[in-house]
């Protein structure tokens, strides 16, 4: 039988099938719409999270639009087993594992001073034997200065806000986790070496053992090497690329290496909240030991083209309930995408230095 013919001359069940084709193409404008900002104008969106890490005078193209120096190097994981007990994750398991790795200095200038950087950071990708990884991103201060990505948002804009004088002081004044990150690096000593240096993930993941057991944990990388304090001052007046150079020379004499401790949350312990640390008598897992064993060029080195996603997890790993891991995901695949298209665009740019 012929189906009916509208007013238009249209076969019904063809209009209708234009109907939804139109609707769907609308339904996926919208979500993109949506997901951009466009319709929510107040929304954080990871494109407006990494515009606000711009200095003043524009982001510096083909580079990571924040921790933006840093130097690559490449090593294993020697794990003990003895995360196995809480977590099925691969690299869990007793045995050798390869790491691709960056240290790095908080901030979006790659020509920025070492001795000028509270903040230093340490990024891993460590693969399994069965292809899964686990990539991390890691930072040397015990706690996050804000607790949510829209605070961190706001900090940022308070910070770059010059018609107001006060716009920080006020932002402070309604942080309190501010201050005390405030007083920490106000406090902490500085040390003359990334060797030195604990680097702590802050927030929050679920391991789950082969039990089918799940514990919130967090974890730190604990240097073996013994921490020199070095004041301020004397930090200012060495050569810009100090760090860097440093850690090249160690590592050419010999494998540096780093503690892998699993610190397991009590309940009641705030999972959500990077702002809060955990009591220091929480239960403490060590897993195996990061060794750093060759420095790599940061220009064409192997981290180069490595976005260190916090959310690519193995089996046996998962995000919490602390929402920064999803916003850094998302704000780094952004960096991620203008710096690589900025590279190629640039040629030079790699030859030059370090997207």
């Known amino acids: 039988m012929k189906s009916r013919n ?61 921790h933006a120096k840093g130097i690559c190097f490449a090593g294993t994981f020697e794990a003990n087993g003895a995360g196995a007990a809480i977590s099925r994750a691969p ?6 594992y390869r790491v691709t790795g960056r240290f790095n200095l908080a901030g979006p200038v790659p020509t920025m001073a070492d001795g000028s950087a509270r903040v230093r950071g340490l990024s891993l990708r460590i693969q399994g034997a069965d292809g899964q990884e686990w990539r991390t991103a890691m930072i040397n201060a015990p706690f996050f200065p804000v607790a949510t990505p829209h605070d961190f948002y706001a900090f940022q804009l308070a910070s770059a806000n010059k018609d107001d004088p006060n716009a920080m002081k006020q932002f402070a004044a309604s ?24 680097f702590n993930s802050l927030h929050s993941f679920v391991l789950t053992n082969a039990q089918g057991q799940s514990q919130a944990v967090r974890w730190s990388f604990i240097p073996t090497a013994a921490p020199l304090a070095v004041p301020k001052e004397e930090l200012n007046t060495r050569d810009p690329d100090f760090l860097s150079k440093e850690i ?37 897992i060590e897993a195996g030991m990061l060794v750093v064993q060759r420095i790599e060029a940061e220009a064409d ?52 230095g370090k997207p």
């Open 248 to 284: 090249a020379g160690r590592v050419a004499a010999a494998p540096q290496k780093w503690t892998l401790v699993l610190t397991v949350a009590a309940p009641g312990d705030p999972t959500a909240d990077p702002t809060q640390a955990w009591p220091e008598e929480r239960r403490k």
């Open 175 to 198: 942080h309190p986790s501010l201050r005390a990150f405030g007083a920490w690096a106000g406090s902490e000593p500085y040390t003359e070496s990334y060797a030195e240096d604990r």
């Open 91 to 96: 690299m869990f398991e007793a045995g050798s």
């Open 6 to 66: 509208n007013t238009y001359g249209f076969d019904i069940p063809v209009a209708a099938r234009l109907a939804t084709i139109v609707l769907i193409v609308v339904g996926a404008a919208l979500a993109f719409a949506y997901t951009a900002g466009w319709l929510t104008p107040s929304r954080l969106t990871p494109t407006k999270l990494v515009d606000s890490l711009a200095p003043p005078d524009g982001a510096v193209r083909g580079f990571r639009r924040n």
């Open 301 to 352: 080195g192997p981290c180069r083209d490595i976005n260190f996603d916090p959310t690519v997890l193995p089996s046996g790993m998962r995000t919490s309930d602390d929402p920064f891991p999803a916003a850094r995901s998302a704000a780094y695949a952004v960096s991620f995408d203008r710096r690589t298209s900025e590279a190629q665009q640039h040629p030079r740019t790699r030859a030059q």
